[in-house]
């Protein structure tokens, strides 16, 4: 009897741990509380969901290698791996997941992520700040000539360029304010020191000006403004400007020591809009990487800024290399785009800004978060991207919910209909099976996907096997004329080859499916396996249980309700 | 005490050339089919490519959004119809807009979102799901889903061998090779779409197909210890026999959970339910008319050394006439004699 008491004390023991495993408890998460994410404390299930049922986005991303071979992509990989976590870590979500799968892969899980398209940006962003001195020494112009003749050469033409899209050009009123807003005081010095803008002429005069007296393919479609090595391209010409740009021909002619970087903003004048193209030293005067903050302000003379403050090796050569440059134009470039070029009016210390005219606030939010993260060392392409809107997972979950009702309705009710007695002793059984499974799957901190919840209710038709196979053995020990208890432990004895045979082939088959499925699919091994586990453990050791408690209970000779 | 299919003889063995004349005959329809129309219908995870689900406000003219996305150069894209009037999937898994994805798989689902949003109206749909698979991540998943089949077949296999004998083994691993067949067939017929999700269907059906099998056979490798000399087809059938209740009521049982996945759990997993559904009929019959006289077939031709007697008499009976009466063991002990070494 001592026997039976272990057994009881074990089932209730199990019982008591899973009931406990699965007790909604508090733990302290990120949570969304007016706009923002604070960490609070939570009171839940401890069961996670899969981004299937929750709502979210999955990210692969690769090296994008479309620009340039990358040397050593694993250590980049892993570089970036952290910029991206500490980016995503900031970012507003409950559990994000970032890690590396493979040598070449970053995944990035957000549960419950409303705006995709800001998550994909906020992401693959380079992030990479550059100081660098515009070129005054009209470098461009003079190789001009020898361009539009390459241009010629290899008959590159405006026409070729008009299959490509044109990018619209922003609204005129935004342009207007960048123009007269963006460019002033674009850097804002230590205290007093300040920095003002170069002398505006308006952008007519300018144009009048030059029209005309330039005739050249290339150099026709530059026209020098306001700042040393600023030029203005018609927004027309944009795409031709690019595709002559791209060729490398033209690239190798472009003068020593210097780059071509478009402007970030659109001027418009005379009712035609242009972009602006600075041709700035290669080398950068500083670089992002001594940054340690930023943060967004918003200001009603200058529109929306980002703040940021460098460290002190960052501000000790940032003023050596001001103090180099004053009255010269010092281009803020992020991502290769130039922000604004403001003329340094006297040396700059630890702090600056970047000016992002009329820019909603969340854009300014985001930048000053991929800049405190750092820059990625490299380009990331998207390799998958999974989003489901949580209205489908909770939908999945409903559905779901209903569909495993039924299913456990009908399969007690076959159960309980064929095997009288017995049968509910399998319903009861089915029930810790039901409990032990998700007790197993929140203990293993697995995830409860759609395909999981499939699982699960398949398994409730598949659980039952096993008790109907002990069930059969014994009525057949039954009508040879055993007595009860024989036949019991007769009946669960011959059934017991078959049930660990059929349980391990299962298990070897969700294995296999959890080493090479994606997420939903590895949910659907997860449960597969967590519930061939508890049936096989419910029904030899549970279900037999229940007999060795009903014969100790009833007097022996008693017919058995099977 | 409720009762069915208790202490039945029927003879099922006998019937094997009707069952493998029915399977054939639906295995090559099916491939047939594929002559005819082309491939499955592989899921976006395989082939790469974009799927978008959309929730219109109001139900949306088809041909204006077929045309929307055409003149967007997004060619053949597949606009179906997603339960409600109002919910759409989109795929685009041709081979341009997969190469395109190359360079950065998002970029095809931005451009049909803006392209509808410019023509429907800005909110005149929610993205209700977005899937986009660049090539390389398609080709990985193939790989993975095809090393997956060969492992677990291997997996099952060593398992088998391991536990069984080797013609046991064979056997099962045959009837999971008509498993499979059968279900490519079924998938191709049904025009139902291959996903990771079904390729998981298909192993969990090939390993309930397998259960199956393995009680039957069990069952066999016991009653041949129990029932000494008695020829093989007469201990097959009674194997199958003994175990028809169980077989039964599992897979009413499991029916039961299939059918409630098939008709209450939504869209998503259907394409599942259908594959396991049909599992539950494979499995009965596989596991009866497929894996049984494949091992009788296997025992006839390399009949086991202790028991080459009992092979020889099974021949004999068998030359004798093919009644499939049940023998009892002791004439076919006695009919052993003559033909023994």
């Known amino acids: 009897m001592s026997n039976l008491k272990y057994r009881v004390a074990l089932i209730g023991a199990l019982i008591l741990a899973s009931v406990w495993a699965l007790f909604p408890r508090t733990v302290i998460e990120r949570t969304p509380r007016g706009g923002t994410f604070v960490y609070d404390t939570v009171k839940r299930v401890p069961l996670k969901l899969g981004l299937d049922l929750q709502g979210g986005m999955h990210l692969a991303l690769e090296v994008d290698e479309s620009k340039g071979a990358v040397a050593n992509k694993s250590d980049a990989l892993d570089n970036a791996l952290r910029v991206v976590r500490n980016r995503i870590d900031e970012f507003g979500v409950s559990e994000p997941v970032v890690q590396k799968v493979g040598e070449d892969r970053i995944i990035v899980e957000l549960p419950g992520v409303t705006d995709p398209e800001r998550a994909t940006a906020l992401v693959q962003k380079s992030a990479f700040l550059q100081f660098q001195i515009t070129d005054e020494t009209q470098a461009l112009d003079r190789v001009a000539t020898r361009i539009d003749g390459i241009v010629r050469d290899r008959g590159l033409t405006a026409r070729s360029a008009a299959a490509s899209p044109t990018k619209t050009p922003t609204a005129g009123d935004k342009a207007v304010q960048s123009l007269f807003v963006g460019d002033s005081a674009a850097v804002a010095g230590d205290s007093a020191k300040r920095l003002a803008t170069a002398d505006s002429a308006t952008p007519d005069t300018n144009t009048a000006a030059l029209t005309g007296t330039r005739d050249g393919p290339f150099s026709r479609?530059?026209?020098?403004?306001?700042?040393?090595?600023?030029?203005?391209?018609?927004?027309?010409?944009?795409?031709?400007?690019?595709?002559?740009?791209?060729?490398?021909?033209?690239?190798?002619?472009?003068?020593?020591?210097?780059?071509?970087?478009?402007?970030?903003?659109?001027?418009?004048?005379?009712?035609k809009s242009y972009r602006s193209l600075y041709v700035l030293d290669t080398r950068p005067i500083i670089t992002g990487d001594y940054l340690v903050d930023a943060k967004p302000r918003s200001d009603p003379m200058e529109g929306t800024v980002v703040t940021f403050t460098l460290n002190n090796e960052g501000a000790r050569r940032f003023k050596t290399e001001t103090a180099r440059h004053i009255q010269d134009n010092m281009a803020i470039v992020l991502d290769d785009r130039v922000m604004s070029a403001p003329v340094i009016q006297s040396s700059i210390g630890r702090d600056g800004q970047i000016t992002m005219g009329r820019a909603d606030v969340q854009?300014?939010?985001?930048?000053?978060?991929?800049?405190?993260?750092?820059?990625?060392?490299?380009?990331?392409?998207?390799?998958?991207?999974?989003?489901?809107?949580?209205?489908l997972g909770q939908d999945s979950i409903d559905r779901g919910l209903v569909a495993g009702a039924i299913a456990i309705a009908l399969v007690v009710l076959i159960m309980i209909g064929y095997y009288r007695l017995s049968g509910v002793l399998a319903v009861f059984a089915l029930i810790l099976y039901m409990l032990y499974t998700l007790a197993v799957l929140a203990g293993f901190d697995a995830v409860l996907t759609l395909p999981g919840?499939?699982?699960?209710?398949?398994?409730?038709?598949?659980?039952?096997?096993?008790?109907?196979?002990?069930?059969?053995?014994?009525?057949?020990?039954?009508?040879r004329g055993k007595t009860v208890r024989t036949a019991i432990d007769e009946g669960f004895r011959h059934a017991l080859s078959a049930i660990v045979d059929t349980s391990v082939t299962t298990i070897l088959t969700g294995a296999i499916l959890y080493q090479y499925g994606t997420g939903p699919v590895r949910g659907f091994a997860v449960t597969l396996i967590a519930g061939i586990l508890a049936s096989m453990f419910t029904a030899i050791f549970v279900t037999r249980t229940f007999y060795l408690v009903w014969l100790s209970r009833t007097a022996a000779g008693r017919p058995l309700s099977i | 005490m409720l009762r069915i299919l208790h202490n039945t003889s029927y003879d099922f063995i006998k019937w094997w050339r009707v069952a493998a004349l029915t399977t054939v005959a639906f295995i090559l329809i099916g491939f047939a089919s594929f002559a005819v129309t082309g491939?499955?219908?592989?899921?976006?995870?395989?082939?790469?490519?974009?799927?978008?689900?959309?929730?219109?406000?109001?139900?949306?003219?088809?041909?204006v959004m077929r045309s929307t996305l055409d003149q967007a150069g997004i060619h053949g894209a597949e606009i179906q119809q997603f339960g409600s009037p109002r919910e759409f999937t989109i795929r685009a898994q041709d081979r341009a807009n997969v190469e395109s994805q190359g360079r950065g798989a998002e970029g095809v689902a931005r451009r049909i979102d803006s392209q509808l949003r410019e023509r429907f109206g800005a909110d005149a749909f929610t993205v209700v799901r977005s899937e986009a698979v660049g090539p390389k991540v398609g080709s990985e998943l193939r790989r993975g889903a095809i090393i997956a089949m060969i492992l677990s077949s291997l997996a099952t296999l060593i398992y088998l061998a391991l536990r069984f004998e080797w013609r046991f083994g064979l056997a099962a691993v045959l009837s999971s090779a008509h498993d499979v067949a059968v279900t490519i067939a079924f998938i191709k017929l049904m025009n139902l779409e291959v996903s990771l999700m079904v390729v998981a269907g298909i192993l969990t059906l090939l390993g309930y197909s397998l259960n199956d099998t393995i009680i039957i056979f069990d069952r066999v490798r016991e009653d041949l210890k129990k029932y000494r000399g008695e020829p093989f087809r007469t201990t097959l059938n009674r194997a199958i026999n003994e175990t028809l209740p169980r077989s039964v009521l599992t897979h009413a049982t499991t029916l039961a959970a299939t059918l409630a996945l098939l008709l209450f759990a939504?869209?998503?997993?259907?394409?599942?339910?259908?594959?396991?559904?049909?599992?539950?009929?494979?499995?009965?019959f596989s596991s009866i008319y497929v894996a049984g006289p494949l091992l009788l077939w296997i025992e006839r031709k390399w009949p086991r050394k202790e028991s080459a007697a009992v092979g020889a008499a099974q021949r004999a009976a068998d030359r004798a006439g093919r009644d499939g009466r049940p023998r009892s063991p002791r004439s076919a002990a006695a009919s052993t004699m003559p033909s023994s070494r």
């Not at chain 1, 020591?257 to 418009?268: A, I």
């Not at chain 2, 939504?266 to 539950?280: K, L, N």
């Open chain 2, 266 to 284: 939504g869209e998503v997993i259907r394409p599942f339910a259908w594959v396991m559904a049909f599992g539950v009929v494979v499995a009965t």
């Open chain 1, 363 to 391: 854009a300014a939010q985001d930048l000053a978060l991929v800049l405190r993260a750092g820059s990625l060392p490299v380009a990331l392409k998207v390799a998958e991207v999974r989003q489901i809107g949580a209205s």
């Open chain 2, 39 to 63: 491939g499955v219908n592989y899921s976006i995870e395989f082939t790469g490519g974009t799927l978008m689900q959309l929730l219109f406000k109001q139900p949306p003219d088809v041909a």
């Open chain 1, 453 to 479: 919840i499939a699982g699960l209710v398949l398994t409730v038709g598949i659980a039952v096997d096993a008790n109907v196979l002990i069930f059969e053995r014994i009525r057949e020990e039954l009508d």
């Open chain 1, 221 to 271: 479609l530059l026209q020098p403004y306001q700042i040393p090595g600023q030029y203005l391209v018609a927004a027309s010409d944009e795409p031709t400007m690019r595709l002559f740009l791209a060729d490398s021909a033209v690239q190798a002619a472009l003068p020593p020591g210097k780059v071509v970087r478009w402007g970030s903003d659109t001027v418009v004048a005379g009712g």
